[in-house]
């Protein structure tokens, strides 16, 4: 038995085993909707066998969007697609999973595809603007970044009701598991770090306050009986931020407001640009001691996530109680049928009885003609 391969169940969540298709944005949206090409991306995910298939970062309200073509939550009408995506990898056999997040002072980018810098008048001319950033402090990301509004008392609270209101969506969407993004330096990040949080009101008095806030009314719309992930960045890695063991105390304190998962990721710091020369690697190898700690400090459930490649790595750290889901990023990209083929790698199924069923027959009859195939060869390279 591998414990990757494994079910798992968390609340009323059922997945058929712990590989976990990490939030990607596509940058592919058109106003705020999911579009056709995010329902061929996803499925192919949960065709090739994944427990549980997160969509990407979802925006909660449209400044919050990290490009022009950011999924979003903020309005009803963007549930109905969502739902189709939803309803594709749940017959696929995968959990269907969301991120919702908001960007703060990094709203505004271009998509990656155009560099990932600032939005300018050449974006401006495609019709692509810039729009005015928000975040806790008036502190831009770094030079050449717009200077963000800093959002008063009651702004942060009516955004606090933005997370609600897109986690109701996504239920009504039909997806069984939420994931909220605090990392990346994004606008939770943002609250918690020292570095970028310098208010004086409640929200800066105790830099917890949003992200708890957050928690709370979140839970609130999310039902008792589906799981809540959310997403850290595992330290500032930036003189005076937010260092691991507050980390620690943070994640106890999201427990006990229904936090189920830490997703313990690293990369795209508070910092911004340029990083103060520190880093921290991106890779789940070289964090899984800390992922452990932080399982063993929270008491919640996590998701490790870093450049896991090779399947026996991932049931590794399973193994070794350094995680209890594996997210996989990249390499899902480069193989979408990476769950099935390291199910087969790892000994746990060999006959194709987790591919989709309209393949299976034709799997094992084209196995058994490449091996007929290869006896042949061997046998006329010998003769
Ligand atoms: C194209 C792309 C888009 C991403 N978008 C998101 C996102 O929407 N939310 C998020 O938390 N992380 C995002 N990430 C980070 C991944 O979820 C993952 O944590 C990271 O790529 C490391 O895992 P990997 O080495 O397996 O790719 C993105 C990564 C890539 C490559």
Known sequence: MTKLFTPYTLRGMHARNRVVISPMQQFTGVHGMATDWHVGHFARFAMGGAGIVFVESTAVEERGRNTHGDTGLWNDAQT??????????RINGAVPAIQLGHTG????????????GPLNDADRARGEAPWPVIAPSPLPLGPGWPTPQALDTAQVEALV?????????????????????????????????PVTNQRSDRFGQNRWRFALDVAEAVRREWP?????????SLADVVDGGLEFDEMAGLLRALKDR?????????????????????????????RAELAAQLREASGLQVMGVGLVVDPQTAEDYLQAQQADLIAVGREALYNPNWAVHAEAALGANQ?????????????????????????THAARSTA
Request: aromatic share 12%; charged share 20%; hydrophobic share 40%.
């Open 258 to 286: 229904g936090v189920d998962v830490v997703d313990c990721s690293s990369g795209g710091g508070i910092a911004g640009y340029p990083t103060q020369g520190r880093s921290v690697s991106n890779s789940l190898l070289f």
């Open 224 to 232: 008792d009986t589906l799981p809540l992930f959310w997403r850290v």
């Open 80 to 89: 109905a697609p969502l739902a189709r995506i939803a309803e594709v990898l």
């Open 351 to 375: 006959d194709y009885a987790t591919w989709p069923r309209q393949y299976r027959t034709y799997l094992s009859r084209r196995a058994d003609a490449a091996d007929a195939l290869r006896k």
């Open 105 to 116: 002072r990094k709203a505004g980018m271009q998509k990656s595809w155009q560099g990932h």
């Open 161 to 193: 009701q933005t997370w609600a209101d897109a986690a109701r969506r996504a239920r009504e969407a039909g997806f069984e598991a939420l994931e909220v993004h605090g990392a990346h330096g994004y606008l939770i990040h943002q609250f918690l770090s």
